[in-house]
């Protein structure tokens, strides 16, 4: 078993004590990973404090360097990573790789973004320049289903900004993170960025503590409820990426052939582990039995298994309270819906759950209204447009959706109306690094990616130069 380390002001330091970490396709332990403390928490964020003045002074060019550098050693190990990552996440090895790359790529986008000083008006009295400054340590916390590229989009923007990170990965999908950890650590100065791991205990003393100038966290919509309770002691910066009930509308112009694979990767891609995936789906009266039928022989084909083996679509569900979630979301769903294909128990190691389709099933299931984050797509029935508008927009949440159309305008005019931070008509969970996204409502607040997404780590300084 290879040995794992935190990464703590340039040292690569064994925890405190130890957590296992469960490879979710065999349900066996796949290594040990060190897990900190509070003091180490605390020495963590001091190296971060430490390190910031220096690091803040290098110009953006400099450590734009250091993070096409990263880039570079990433794209070197990406077999490497991404078979760790397949094994710690359960994603299959294809999709693995397409993080990795995806990594490298953002690593080069976004650190490639520029923030250069503004003149907001100049006259023959004065001058006013807008600066944008760093923030000062910044603690990035990450889930578990997208371990790699979701820390990248934090420490990407972060470091080029001027800041530096203490980053905590979700405890259940430590590795990657602790590997990109020992690559970094080759690169940038010490304390710059630390990597530290938990078992769901440091989050909070993270947010809360008082050197910590700004959280950048993803996760779910009731943790990110927390993270804001701690955050307002010190009125941190905030940028919180949360949950999602992804909604799905078909037009009655489309085809439910075309449209029924699209819809079906969109619900199932990482195995629904996505908080931009498709989470419910709404089709008209009259395409309703076909298109229950097509996602039904889509999921009675899927090829479900450990995501290192020849062929496979879908890994197993990320970790063991998730697996019982969905588990014991679907048993509820027998007596509120009818489920036409998957639903059954699997048998053997691993946690696995075959792509679900639920039809007949009321508004107000749990499976309907709750974030399932797994492969189950209730699939609802509606009359009228509005109607299925207004039942699309009857929720906390609003993170993303898609409108399925032969007519992209008629699709466009749909979009307007769904409250949700993106749209996508005619397809799904494109994501381009330069293009700003974040939730509504209780989906989130700010944005990540893009421009807007790097000036969170930054806060603004304007100068008035009287001449
Ligand atoms: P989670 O909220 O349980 O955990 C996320 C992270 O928060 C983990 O690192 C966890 O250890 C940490 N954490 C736990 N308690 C904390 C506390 N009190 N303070 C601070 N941090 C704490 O989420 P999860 O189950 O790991 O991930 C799934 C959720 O993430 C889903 O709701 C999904 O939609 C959401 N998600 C959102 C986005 C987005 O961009 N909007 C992307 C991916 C996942």
Known sequence: MQA???????????????????????????????????????????????????????TMAARREKLFAIADALEARMDEFARLLTAEQGKPFADAMGE?????????????????????????????????????????????????????????????????????????????SLLLAELTNAILPPGVLNVIVDQNDLGGLLTKHKDVAKVSFTGSSATGKKVMESAASSLKRLTLELGGNDVGIVLDDATVKDVAPKVFASAMVNSGQVCLALKRLYVPDAMYDEMCDELAVLADAAVVQ??????VQYGPVQNKAQYDKVRALIE??????????????????????????VRDIADDARLVREEQFGPVLPVLRYSTLEDAIERA??????????????????????????????IWVNQHLVIHPDIPAGGSKQSGMGQELGLEGLMEFTQNHVVYMAK
């Open 306 to 311: 450990d995501g290192m083996m020849q062929g």
């Open 393 to 422: 927009n009857d929720t906390t949440f609003g993170l993303g959706g898609t409108v399925w159309t032969a007519n992209p305008e008629r699709g466009l005019e749909v979009a307007m109306k769904l409250d949700s931070g993106v």
């Open 332 to 357: 509820d769903t027998r007596s509120e819906g009818k489920i036409i294909a998957g639903g059954v128990p699997h048998e053997g190691p691993g946690y696995f759950i075959r792509p679900t389709i």
């Open 100 to 176: 990795v790359g995806g990594s490298v790529y953002m690593l080069r986008i976004l650190g490639a973004l520029d923030l250069p000083n503004k003149i907001l008006r100049e006259d023959e009295t004065q001058k006013i320049i807008e600066h944008r400054t760093p923030l000062g340590v910044v603690a990035a916390i990450t889930p578990w289903n997208f371990p790699l590229s979701l820390l990248i989009i934090k420490i990407t923007p972060a470091l080029l900004a001027g800041n530096t990170v203490v980053a905590k990965p979700a405890p259940t999908t430590p590795l990657t």
């Open 4 to 58: 794992y380390n935190l990464l703590i002001n340039g040292r690569l330091v064994p925890g405190a004590s130890t957590l296992d970490v469960i490879n979710p396709a065999t349900g066996e332990v796949l290594a040990v990973a060190p897990r900190a403390d509070a003091a180490q928490l605390d020495e963590a964020v001091a190296a971060a404090k430490a390190a910031f003045p220096a690091w803040a002074a290098l």
